[in-house]
């Protein structure tokens, strides 16, 4: 059998998408999450915006709870726009290894603050934790992910805990911003406005999963914009939901394996957790269509998981960490079929992250003039360690944006939830 054509038919192939018309659908899925209709985006307001400068030489706190870590530590920018961190510390989230109290939970931040309470007033508290932000730059938690075990706090405004924890140390006079990753990333993409003049910025995120923010300049969308008024403000699009474009049956067999079946239906597609799995659903497939030698479709056929890691170290030829894929049973021949599929997963990933990504330098309203790029700071693993992904992104975004006259500039700021962080703690208030 012909695999190519095979894999087009499943719809794992960017061959099987047309990036216009998906482009549309997200457009479309955008607009009706910002007028409150149904929708596969949430468009959640951030309630800041990226019009005002940085301060230069002012010391501001930065909690950047990122997954599994927490990291605290002091940030300034000096006058030509570089961040300098000091006061550095990071340790496990706590919650992570038993379940602990809210009580507990705020003390280990506050120990972490206390030596450093006379060089700060703001703060900036990158949440990586699904929080719905309010009008006052708090966020409430929604629930904890990634195995952390504080409940107390879920349905709690994590800003205003914080405080309280400090109030009750004698810690007073500091006001404190909550923000989501990817909108600290979209801020991280300021620091590089000493190197170009950009219309507008997006953060976006592809790792373990994937988001978009972006900065909408609609200025009739109401209550959207909460106690800010309406006008440009920041979108936490969460972009993996999007929902409103056909999937092939590979794509609901791993939506309906997952944890949260019918949720998070683009990052199943696109993102680092997911992309091993799809692999192996159609690795397997082909097994049973005896596709690959004897042993090598025995082996596919008992095999449970597949790492996003070690097909593309196959596919990249890093040969000392393949872990089942190294097994004898495979032979060159079978690892070659594997390339095929797996490089057919990244192309279309590639292909649906370049509409995403044209989607919100669309909406944005920016990028018309060639010397005013839309910033897009990119953040993530996945994006930049899977084999050529980030090369194949920029070719479909060419396509994507050439066409319509726009223009843009990805931009990778190192250790972007702080920067970001420290960007919003300083312009904010």
Partial sequence: MEINNWLKKQMVSAEAYDADELLKSFLSEMEKGLNGEASSLAMIPAYVGDEKSVPSNTSVAVIDAGGT?????????????????????????????????????????????????????????????????????????????????????????????????????????????????????????????HTFSASSHI?????????????????????????????????????????????????????????????????????????????????????????????????LLIMKTLSTIHINNLLVGKEEDL???????????DREIMKMVFSGVIDRAAKLTAVNLSATVVKSGGGKEASRPVCINIDGSTYYKTYQFADRVQVYLEELLTTRGLHVRCVRVVDAPIVGAAIAGLTTF
């Fill in 69 to 193: 870590n927490l990291r605290i530590c002091l940030a300034r920018f000096d006058e030509q726009e570089v961040i300098h961190v000091s006061s550095f510390s990071k340790q496990s989230m706590p919650g992570l290894d038993r379940k602990q109290s809210a009580a507990e939970f705020y003390t280990v931040l506050v120990d972490a603050l206390e030596p450093l309470k006379d060089q700060f007033e703001h703060l900036g508290f990158c949440f990586s934790y699904p929080a719905l932000i309010l009008p006052n730059y708090d966020g409430r938690l929604l629930h904890w992910t990634k195995e952390i075990k504080v409940p107390e706090l879920v349905g709690k405004r994590m800003g205003k805990g914080l405080l309280h924890a400090l109030e009750a140390r004698g810690i007073t006079g500091k006001k404190i911003v909550v923000l989501n990753d990817t909108v600290a990333t979209l801020l991280a993409g300021l620091s590089e406005e």
């Fill in 203 to 299: 953060g976006f995120i592809l790792g373990t999963g994937t988001n978009t923010a972006y900065v909408e300049q609609n200025k009739n969308i109401g209550k959207l914009a909460g106690d800010r008024g309406p006008g440009a403000q920041i979108i936490n699009v969460e972009s993996g939901g999007f929902a409103a474009f056909q999937r092939g049956p590979f794509d609901r067999q791993v939506d309906a394996q997952s944890e949260d079946p019918g949720r998070h239906i683009f990052e199943k597609l696109i993102s680092g957790a997911y992309m091993g799995l799809l692999t192996l659903e159609v690795l397997q497939a082909l097994a049973e269509k005896e596709q690959f030698s004897n042993r090598g479709g025995a082996a």
């Fill in 323 to 333: 872990g089942v894929l190294g097994s004898v049973a495979f032979t060159d021949a």
